[in-house]
């Protein structure tokens, strides 16, 4: 048996026609159809967690993770708001989740009803495709309607939202009716490498690599592709690519003067670089992304290559910008932030999942090199998710060993993620707690502010990570020191350092990264 309700089986039955293997649910009253009929099909695995925000961030971590849609599914409300944050990133790293919100019938918006809300359209224009849909909708209407949510995941692959409007009651069951059929929709076509001609004319062409899909990373070096372009790249740490022959760090680029720009990937962690390639008057600038063009040098010269650069053949005719290497010497530190985070990257070899939460913990990885897959959340480089993304991917993925570093501000703003985490064995996560926001003492300009001011950005505090961990069923432990750390083997590792050991090891880091 399943529900009553025609346009939740045939929701159900199309997740299923598009390649969705589970759904997340939030559960409520409004979305009772969609949890009896998802429930019921033999092909869909559900899973439930009571945070909408933790939950879409799963989401997006099992999408990471397995390359699928992943849908999320909520009751009406303010409900549907907690899964605004995740969407957004979804939608700059574009990634395929389907949001499914059960709303009031539309008659009753905006009537005094309780838990309503305005839905409709409620997370443009940062999604990729909206429909409200009600229960007069036809067989006909629905076979279109996701024949087009299906052709919009393949060509831009962004978050989709379809809000659902059941009028009462939604308990009621029946036999299923018969799935509905999708059409095939035309691909849209995508650039070719003829597209690279606009930089012919440029003297001096400089190749930046920014953040990357670890399977795309995987495929441009299996390809060669590096040694066969005859330039060196410009990579970000985040790309994956970063100690691979004919690469140096994306922060050199500052030191280099060019007229054409060849950008391949997502977004670039440092803002330095981008500052430097606005000032340079650019005459060109290609850049190569399935999914999203990156206008980054502001100019009329722009163009978007829609193509993986792993299926691309780059031209040896160009003048590329060609910079010798130098190795950097990581030198001795004190215990400190970066002295945990090199421990942990000691500890995990190439064929564990890396996680990086956001802020100062990525920007480490500017001086420690890690060869396996590596996932951060910089769509829109907010600290509210980074435990829930990888909570979700570990789900996602049992037989592989999954390793979060991440900070304490963003382990206590997603500490609901603490939940599923004491359910799985494959995640191991350390939080670097320093007691404050830390990130701040990174960025210019901070250090003149008043006192008042300065208490605002660090937010320090005292708690215990390890404990809060506890208590949601985790195991967990402190470590202070790296012998603490390296016998540590709980699920949740809270790593203490100090403020003055930390910005004595970042000033040691710092020097051995800029000297030439």
Not at 141 to 161: C, F, I, M, T, Y
Not at 262 to 268: A, M, T, Y
Not at 392 to 409: M, R, T, W
Request: proline share 4%.
């Amino acid at each position: 048996m399943t529900t009553d309700k025609a346009i939740a089986q045939w929701t159900i039955d199309a997740l299923v026609e598009i390649g969705v293997k589970r759904i997340i649910y939030s559960p409520g009253s409004r979305n009772t159809p969609l949890i009896i009929a998802g429930t019921a099909h033999p092909a869909i695995e559900h899973r439930t967690v009571l945070d909408e925000r933790s939950a879409a961030f799963q989401a997006l971590g099992e999408s990471l993770i397995t390359g699928l849609p992943v849908a999320i599914c909520c009751t009406s409300g303010s409900a549907i708001a907690n899964y605004h944050p995740a969407i957004l990133e979804a939608f700059y790293s574009k990634v395929p989740l389907i949001v499914l919100t059960a709303d009031r019938p539309s008659e009753r918006i905006g009537k005094g009803e309780g838990q309503t809300s305005q839905q409709t359209d409620f997370y443009n224009p940062h999604i990729g495709f909206s429909a409200a849909i009600n229960e007069s909708l036809s067989r006909e209407e629905a076979e279109s309607l996701w024949s087009e949510v299906r052709g919009n995941l393949q060509d831009k692959s962004e978050p989709v939202h379809i809000n659902l409007h059941f009028e009462e009651p939604l308990y009621g069951q029946q036999e299923p009716v018969a799935p509905l059929q999708l059409q095939e929709l035309p691909a849209q076509s995508i650039g070719t490498a003829q597209d690279l001609s606009t930089l012919k004319g440029c003297s001096n062409i400089a190749v930046v690599c920014g953040q990357l899909h670890p399977y795309t990373a995987q495929e441009i070096k299996a390809n060669n592709t590096i040694a066969q372009s005859g330039a060196t790249w410009f990579v970000d740490p985040l790309s994956g690519l970063l100690g691979q022959p004919n690469t140096v760090n994306i922060d050199q680029l500052v030191h280099h003067k060019f007229d054409g720009l060849l950008s391949v990937g997502g977004q670039w962690m440092s803002k330095f670089p981008k500052f430097h390639v606005r000032s340079l008057g650019l005459s060109a600038h290609v850049h190569i992304d399935k999914y999203q063009a990156w206008d980054l040098a502001d100019i009329t010269g722009f163009t978007w290559v829609k193509q993986g650069i792993d299926t691309l053949h780059l031209p040896t005719s160009l003048s590329w910008l060609k910079v010798k290497a130098t190795n950097k010497v990581v030198p001795d530190l004190p215990w400190s932030d970066a002295a945990a985070i090199q421990a942990i990257l000691r500890m995990s070899d190439q064929h564990t999942v890396l996680h990086l939460g956001n802020s100062s913990i990525p920007r480490y990885m500017n001086y420690f090199k890690f060869e396996g897959a590596m996932y951060c959340n910089r769509g829109v480089s907010g600290i509210d998710g980074s435990l829930s993304t990888a909570v979700g991917a570990a789900a996602a993925s049992p037989e592989e060993k999954h390793v979060l570093i991440l900070g304490d501000q963003s382990a206590l703003y997603d500490s609901n993620a603490l939940y599923e985490l004491s359910t799985l064995q494959n995640l191991e996560v350390f939080v670097i707690n320093n007691g404050r926001g830390a990130i701040f003492d990174w960025l210019p300009g901070t250090s003149t502010t008043s006192e008042e001011a300065q208490a605002v950005f660090s937010n320090e505090h005292s708690l215990n990570i390890a404990a809060l961990a506890a208590a949601y069923g985790c195991t967990a432990t402190r470590a202070s020191n790296v012998d603490e750390l390296n016998n540590a083997s709980e699920q949740l590792i809270e790593v203490w350092t100090a403020e003055a050991e930390n910005k004595q090891a970042y000033e040691q880091l710092h020097r051995a990264h800029s000297a030439k």
